[in-house]
């Protein structure tokens, strides 16, 4: 009996190191699941179409069907086939303090991937790539960004295009007035209202707007760029075991070709519920990011 | 908990967060002050209003009340700003003239005012209706008015009656004018909110947040205290001292 201890020791322990990755301890984000029997996925009620309500006030979208994939996964490593999916809308604003409290364990949505977020969070890989820019009406004769000098800007509060504008106005050496919607419907109503020239957002999100509202044509994207950033789904960070389940899914279905999928059914399609069409071909900046699935975040 | 974070400056301003933080308080004290006047103001006469003999004006004044206490005030926010400039031409053209500040400073000081005012006016029908039937009838019997009564007799007393839920209106004025920052006026919450969102510092900024709401909540209520001393009539309200 004495004898045999030491090789039944050795025995467990190499049995626990080859064991597979299903059996590993579990920890952070995928121990808090296996407890609680709960996944709580984070959305947008207006992030057209990466994740929004649709008219029976569910949440759909490019990003809600990318996330759905994660779902799986979680389901399949945990073995728990009948995981309860929770839904709970988030906000630009309270997206990452209820992510670190874990009201939500992920979030699906428009959320710039940067390197000053990366000390508050990680990010999956980059879904999206979008150019920060402004919505104008056709008839205000606002052809470049320089001339909304002296004229009111509207902009979400909590977004990466509050600081951008700033230091776009002081390298110009331009005077613009910033006034704040608190979601993007909202900073959308202050341009429809005349209440503002512009509306300072992400390129895809403006677009979804304007293909929302009540004349399409009224409006248009200027071409400038005041920066390049990529959108990715936040999950709690040092959670490396979550980090390499989600890594693995998202980074399969852009390997499988699965992506272009969704993309087409997203972007080049009418979307519910209004059967609207973003009509917003792959830029090479997202055909690069599918092929060579990363997470580098924007300075 | 890192406090130099107060020092450091805003990203393009030349200002640090603690003045960031300090022109937001600016905003919320000059919103409290001047909705605390139409508060007052407004709150005094639809108040007096109620408790006066002609059936009609009482009806015109509990519906004022029904109208702005049962309405959410954050509702009560997105209608002034979103909802009236596009249904009141006049309006819709003085907000594409004036500075968008401005328009947000003097929209949550008519929202406020008002919401408020349907409060006070409660407490002004109520301390009115506290006294005895006797006072009013005291009153008209040595000859004064009816407006004379009001101002002699009844709200010298009235008033006194209800300085302490008073104080809690005030109270409750200085932390509303938080809910501003939903129609984006720069006030201490949508100031601490932004340094939050900008440096991800939450701890800090809402602690600084919760701190100052405190500080300026409990001035208010001591300066409430010492009004209260001053006019209070020796022996008139029953434990008065």
């Known amino acids: ?299 | 908990m890192k406090l130099s974070i107060f020092l450091e400056q805003l990203p393009d301003e030349g200002i640090a967060w603690w003045q960031n933080l300090a022109s937001g308080l600016g905003w919320t004290l000059g919103t409290a002050f001047f909705a605390w006047i139409i508060a007052f103001t407004l709150g005094s006469i639809v108040g007096v209003v109620r408790t006066t003999d002609k059936r009609w004006l009482v009806r015109i004044g509990d519906a004022y009340v029904e109208l702005f206490r049962n309405i959410p005030l954050i509702v009560q926010f997105f209608v002034w700003y979103f909802v009236v400039p596009n249904v009141v031409p006049a309006v819709k053209a003085w907000v594409i003239a004036a500075d968008p500040t401005e328009f947000q400073f003097v929209t949550s000081i008519v929202c406020l005012g008002l919401f408020t005012s349907a409060r006070i006016a409660e407490q002004v029908r109520s301390g009115i209706q506290s006294l005895s039937t006797g006072q009013r009838n005291a009153g008209y019997a040595i000859g004064l008015t009816q407006v004379q009564t009001y101002r002699y007799v009844l709200l010298p007393m009235a008033y006194r009656i209800i300085i302490p839920p008073m104080t809690s209106e005030v109270m409750n004025l200085i932390k509303n004018t938080s809910v501003a920052f939903s129609i984006g006026l720069v006030e201490l919450f949508f100031r601490t909110r932004e340094m939050a969102e900008m440096t991800f510092r939450y701890f800090e900024a809402f602690t600084a947040a919760t701190l100052i709401y405190m500080v300026i909540a409990m001035s208010a209520n001591r300066i409430m205290a010492i009004i209260e001393r001053r006019v209070a009539v020796p022996g008139y309200i029953t434990g008065g001292k």
Request: proline content about 6%; charged content about 20%.
């Open chain 1, 1 to 299: 009996m004495k004898r045999t201890a030491p090789i039944t020791l050795a025995l467990l322990l190499s049995a626990a190191l080859i064991a597979p990755a299903g059996a590993q301890e579990l920890s952070g984000t995928l121990k808090k699941v296996k407890e609680t029997g709960t996944f709580t996925v984070g959305y947008r009620e207006s992030s057209i179409p990466f994740s929004y309500l649709d008219d029976k006030q569910q949440p759909i979208g490019y990003a809600m069907d990318l996330c759905m994939k994660i779902v799986d996964a979680v389901k399949a490593e945990l073995k728990l086939p009948n995981l309860k999916v929770s839904l709970q809308p988030v906000t630009s604003s309270n997206r990452i303090p209820l992510l670190q409290n874990g009201t939500i364990d992920m979030e699906c949505g428009s959320t710039t991937n940067s390197v000053k977020r990366q000390e508050q969070v990680w990010f999956g890989p980059t879904y999206f790539v979008i150019n920060v820019t402004a919505a104008v009406k056709k008839n205000a004769g606002i052809n470049a960004l320089a001339d909304l000098n002296g004229k009111t800007i509207s902009t979400t509060s909590g977004t990466t295009s509050v600081p951008l504008i700033k230091s776009y106005e002081k390298t110009k050496s331009i005077n613009v007035k910033e006034i704040y919607g608190k979601d993007h419907a909202e900073s959308f109503l202050l341009l429809a209202d005349d209440r503002a020239a512009a509306f300072i957002m992400d390129d895809i999100l403006l677009a979804g707007q304007i293909a929302n509202s009540k004349s399409p044509a009224d409006y248009k994207i200027l071409p400038e760029s005041l920066r390049q950033e990529p959108y990715s789904m936040m999950i709690r960070k040092d959670d490396a075991q979550f980090k390499a389940l989600v890594d693995k899914t998202v980074g399969g279905v852009m390997k499988s070709g699965e992506i272009d999928k969704l993309y087409a059914k997203w972007f080049m399609n009418p979307v519910p519920p209004k059967g609207l069409n973003m009509n917003f071909p792959m830029t090479p900046a997202i055909r690069d990011a599918f092929k060579n699935p990363n997470d580098k975040g924007v300075q």
